[in-house]
Nanobody, 115 residues
């Protein structure tokens, strides 16, 4: 059974930083492109950062230069370093494969940025 468990969210002031982690089990992590997604209230879930099996990264325009995705295949973990956070980054953040597979969505981790 595949499990993706996100952690590291919290409440932070605008301009602050958070580092999210996602621990994967039940999949061959090293052969999957991975992504971080977010969903704000009333909006659709969106991909904010992706990382390929070779480490190539891509970002949504709204987070370029502020967020950094990375992966540690030895630990089956993908990370999202978020700097210079803005109130509009407030959302539930999820990890999944890229593209996302419906059966893999976990509970996510809440990120709240106060102004």
């Amino acid at each position: 059974q595949v499990q993706l468990v996100e952690s590291g969210g919290g409440l932070v002031q605008a301009g602050g930083s958070l580092r999210l982690s996602c621990a994967a089990s039940g999949i061959i992590f090293s052969i999957n492109a991975m992504g971080w997604y977010r969903q704000a209230p009333g909006l659709q879930r969106e991909l904010v950062a992706g990382i390929s099996v070779t480490g190539r990264t891509n970002y949504a325009d709204s987070v370029k230069g502020r967020f950094t995705i990375s992966r540690d295949n030895a630990k089956n973990t993908v990370y999202l370093q978020m700097n210079s956070l803005k109130p509009e980054d407030t959302a539930v953040y999820y990890c999944n494969t890229d593209p996302g597979y419906a059966a893999y969505w976990g509970q996510g981790t809440q990120v709240t940025v106060s102004s």
